[in-house]
């Protein structure tokens, strides 16, 4: 195995396409070094652009030549290239891990088996590029990554159940990440790791699996910038019987203009700790109740493995926010050791998947 691989990596988004060349160094002695990044682009995608495709699966042509011809006007050398990954999509549930992309993936991916959205084109261009290069293509970990125990995915009533959906691949590598630093194994620990950004998770990595999340996109656990978190049910019930709203109008409310938006008008998390910090007090007020609900779900999340917890990990964009962090962290310390990890790096943590199977640290798996 060569000491240092370049792979493509690419991130499909609803009004872009991001994409990077990066460098493993299977050799690296430190960790800072195993992954470098060579190239990387965000191509934005203008609302006349993508309207021209009456689904969002027949855009991954036209984003693979995006990338291709990017490349070539980069003077990046695609025959170096020796491994794509795509972001994960909206297949079927599956365990986390790595993936090579299959005909039976690429099925599900161009159906929108659990859903349309954007991701689902990371495994279809990926696939395209690497066939035309005679390489393998995967993805990892993708947001229906679904390990729940069965009593996790209880809800109080047999026509409904708890499904995961959450921020699986950030989650996921900086889980590992942070057992790497500590120089023990993902799989010895117990964690929870929030993923705070447009949309929050709360997840217990319970010896490299995660038992127990919040759906982090319909409504379930904090409210986010954009999106209402748990909401009263019957308070719910109401509105949709008012004849005051359509279920357009109702979905939004739950993903889009709930959260910050509802309150403050505005998603923008940077925006809302400048007010508070110049004296907004309503500002103040509805940081304070994101981070209040932050911290009561990971308070809660520690029961599901009985307190036993060896470290708590905050990430995704909010993790920024100096005092949104102290807020979250004041309520929560007398649980575990708290880390912080900000933002949300897709692209390294795609590497890191493909860096980690080749090192045989995780293996490659098959999807059916």
């Given at each position: 195995m060569q000491e240092k691989i370049k792979i493509l990596a690419i991130n499909p988004g609803s009004t872009s396409t991001k994409f990077s060349v990066l460098e493993l160094n299977l050799q690296a002695k430190n960790n800072k070094d195993e992954i470098v990044s060579v190239f990387s682009k965000n191509v934005k995608h203008s609302l006349e652009e993508t309207q021209e495709f009456k689904r969002i699966a027949d855009q991954y042509k036209w984003r693979k030549e995006i990338i291709l011809n990017t490349l070539k006007e980069n003077n990046i050398d695609l025959k170096k290239i020796k491994y794509v990954i795509g972001r994960g999509g909206l297949v079927k549930n599956i365990s986390s891990g790595i993936y090579k992309v299959n005909e039976a993936m690429k099925h599900d991916l161009l159906i929108g088996y659990a859903g349309e959205h954007a991701c689902n084109l990371g495994g279809l261009i990926a696939d395209e590029i690497a066939q035309s290069l005679q390489i393998d293509s995967f993805i990892a970990d993708p947001v229906v990554v679904d390990e729940m125990s069965d009593i996790a995915k209880v809800s109080g009533h047999p026509l409904?159940?708890?499904?995961?959906?959450?921020?699986?691949?950030?989650?996921?590598?900086?889980?590992?990440?942070?057992?790497?630093?500590?120089?023990?194994?993902?799989?010895?620990?117990?964690?929870?790791?929030?993923?705070?950004?447009?949309?929050?998770?709360?997840?217990?990595?319970?010896?490299?699996?995660?038992?127990?999340?919040?759906?982090?996109?319909?409504?379930?656990?904090?409210?986010?910038?954009?999106?209402?978190?748990?909401?009263?049910?019957?308070?719910?019930?109401?509105?949709?019987?008012?004849?005051?709203?359509?279920?357009?109008?109702?979905?939004?409310?739950?993903?889009?203009?709930?959260?910050?938006?509802?309150?403050?008008?505005?998603?923008?998390?940077?925006?809302?700790?400048?007010?508070?910090?110049?004296?907004?007090?309503?500002?103040?007020?509805?940081?304070?109740?994101?981070?209040?609900?932050?911290?009561?779900?990971?308070?809660?999340?520690?029961?599901?493995?009985?307190?036993?917890?060896?470290?708590?990990?905050?990430?995704?964009?909010?993790?920024?926010?100096?005092?949104?962090?102290?807020?979250?962290?004041?309520?929560?310390?007398?649980?575990?050791?708290?880390?912080?990890?900000?933002?949300?790096?897709?692209?390294?943590?795609?590497?890191f998947n493909v860096f980690l199977m080749l090192k045989g640290d995780i293996p490659l798996k098959e999807y059916k």
């Open positions: 409904f159940i708890r499904r995961p959906i959450f921020h699986a691949l950030n989650q996921k590598a900086i889980a590992r990440m942070y057992a790497r630093k500590v120089e023990k194994k993902y799989e010895e620990l117990n964690l929870i790791v929030a993923h705070m950004g447009g949309g929050i998770s709360i997840g217990v990595h319970n010896h490299g699996l995660v038992i127990d999340v919040n759906q982090a996109l319909n409504g379930d656990g904090p409210f986010s910038p954009e999106r209402s978190g748990s909401l009263p049910v019957i308070d719910v019930i109401k509105a949709c019987f008012s004849g005051k709203y359509t279920q357009n109008d109702l979905s939004k409310m739950v993903v889009g203009k709930g959260g910050y938006v509802a309150y403050l008008g505005t998603n923008d998390a940077l925006e809302i700790e400048k007010r508070a910090k110049a004296g907004d007090k309503e500002a103040d007020f509805y940081e304070s109740a994101m981070a209040y609900q932050i911290a009561k779900e990971i308070g809660a999340a520690s029961t599901v493995v009985e307190g036993k917890v060896d470290a708590i990990l905050l990430t995704g964009g909010l993790a920024y926010g100096k005092p949104f962090v102290e807020k979250i962290t004041k309520r929560i310390q007398h649980l575990a050791p708290i880390f912080s990890f900000p933002g949300e790096d897709e692209m390294n943590a795609l590497a």
